[in-house]
């Protein structure tokens, strides 16, 4: 089968293009061409089918239509610009988290003009497309109110992604990921860095900042739940989901005081140490309107997994990202 | 005050008209001026002020920033193609309903970005944002999972609606309107049709065709209501909506044996004897796809008003379109 990964040069895409390098194989299917697709050029991974990768932004002229063109079978969305930057710069946000989803469905319903085509599209959401204020825990049926432009982009993308999916122009399944932690790298300017940064630093013996208090809850995955996640949908008997494509995934309700007390029994009280609590009221502000629970049942009975807790997590990130050992 | 009406040729955008030159003002402000845009050109009703009547397409290029030049106080955007015409021409309906809307939002961002400005941009939205399976009741919180393309495109217009509100580009309202009965006019070949013909025409000694079973339920409003719904929304304090700026209008939820038992009340028997049910199996299946009740209690508590028995619905009627007369 042929893939098409679009942003495989972000975080989640080089993942996903190591699982599906690695297993060889989706849901049974024979992987024998890899399409890598991203504003720039992603790396090239060493796999034994055809591996092309693509530099484009897919809300250019044509350039959807050129990447659906070589008629993929199984298609992952993953491109958008950050939250950050999609409520700094508005135009650019719609053009590319908007207009880029729209091009690439467009180019598939007009691919499905031509001659029968039908991929199956995985489009990744996310929980942004909730605002606050929210109940204790919010369930698979609570509408979308998005307070970022960014979640209001990725809630029309759930929109469409269901359309075209009923239209028959194509199979979509989205998942609206939860915030993952550990990310690997170094840290970044994401208001929500802090909750891989907290973790990670320490992890190898590095000093990080904290900019909330204790108590701030949010919901989490592991970057391998993700990648997970985005498998799933992809081999999924999606007739389960009738008209109503978009799933909320599980994930992990933790503060990030559970956060440092997992941390403490990873890797001691020397490691806590290291967090160095520095409140910064911008962040505080912002984080005051992300959710911080839900009830993710319907994915749990889709079968889509998730950790259970902080623990797993971090055990993850050690053992996918630090080879296993602790320690600066 | 200027007034922009977007859809002023249809329905409920004379209705308003009408209203609106009657009133000679909106929340104590006298109209000084009025523009009257539709695809075809509105009738120019007999007014003391400014009157222009435009005909335009919206989602042609600079249509909605000609428009928007102008720079109205308030905008009344009740401009789409309706739901069967949307479903049969998908590229149509994305055109007219999705990239119209976007336009208008977009052309009021860029005049916003010249001089300060801005305007309340009231936008009717439709409970076809809703599809099946439903709760009993609809509420407030409950998400958005259209069927149509039609609903699709609404959902995705007020999810733009909050975020250039929130952005501050403008000061929007959306309603989600009920089914207006009793529609005036002839019987049309809307699916949903038959809930007015049912009752307009034998009102006025005529036949009307009953496609579906008495005890099928739907959610209704006049269009007395609908026009109040818009003058509200016009009106009220936004503050109270925070960044949730789309309302599901108050309504009635009755069944066709309640409509056909008001018609008797308010007209005899004869009357009911002119309903020939003859069942349509297409008509059957789109309408077991549509809400049948909802919870309205959050535009109740904002001051929105309906009807509250088929009795009040078919009187507005009377009075509004019979002179008060009923009978062939």
Do not use: C
Not at 6 to 30: C, P
Not at 90 to 104: A, C, M, Q, S, V
Not at 204 to 216: F, K, N, T
């Amino acid at each position: 089968m042929h893939i098409l990964v679009i942003g495989a040069a972000g975080m989640v895409g080089r993942k996903l293009t190591d699982a599906l390098v690695k297993a060889g194989e989706v849901g049974g299917k024979g992987i024998e061409r890899l399409t890598l697709a991203d504003i720039v050029a992603a790396g090239k991974p060493s796999f034994g089918g055809a591996v092309e990768t693509i530099a484009t932004d897919l809300s250019a002229p044509g350039a959807a239509a050129a990447l659906v063109g070589k008629r993929p079978d199984l298609i992952f969305h993953l491109a958008a610009i950050v939250s950050g930057e999609a409520e700094a710069d508005f135009e650019k946000g719609y053009r590319i988290n908007l207009d880029g989803t729209r091009e690439l469905l467009e180019a598939i319903r007009k691919e499905s003009v031509k001659s029968p085509y039908k991929p199956r599209l995985v489009f990744t959401s996310s929980i942004a497309v909730f605002g606050a204020p929210f109940p204790e825990a919010i369930g698979d049926e609570y509408f979308s109110t998005p307070l970022t432009s960014y979640g209001t982009q990725k809630a029309i993308g759930e929109l469409l992604l269901n359309d075209y999916s009923r239209k028959g122009f194509l199979d979509g399944v989205g998942i609206r990921l939860p915030t993952i932690v550990v990310r690997p790298g170094k840290p970044n300017a994401a208001a929500s860095g802090f909750f891989s940064n907290i973790l990670r630093e320490p992890l190898v013996g590095q000093e990080a900042v904290l900019p909330v208090s204790r108590d701030v809850r949010h919901w989490f995955a592991s970057p391998r739940a993700a990648v997970g996640f985005l498998l799933h949908a992809a081999t999924m008997d999606t007739a389960a989901l009738g008209w109503r494509r978009t799933i909320t995934a599980p994930g992990l309700t933790a503060t990030v005081g559970e956060e440092i007390e997992a941390l403490r029994r990873a890797a001691g009280d020397k490691a806590v140490a290291l967090i160095r609590e520095e409140p910064n009221e911008t962040i505080v502000r912002i984080v005051a309107g992300w959710p911080r629970n839900f009830d993710a049942r319907r994915a749990l009975a889709l079968g889509f997994k998730a950790e259970s807790s902080m623990d797993e997590i971090i055990r993850a990130h050690v053992e996918d990202e630090l080879g296993g050992k602790i320690g600066g």
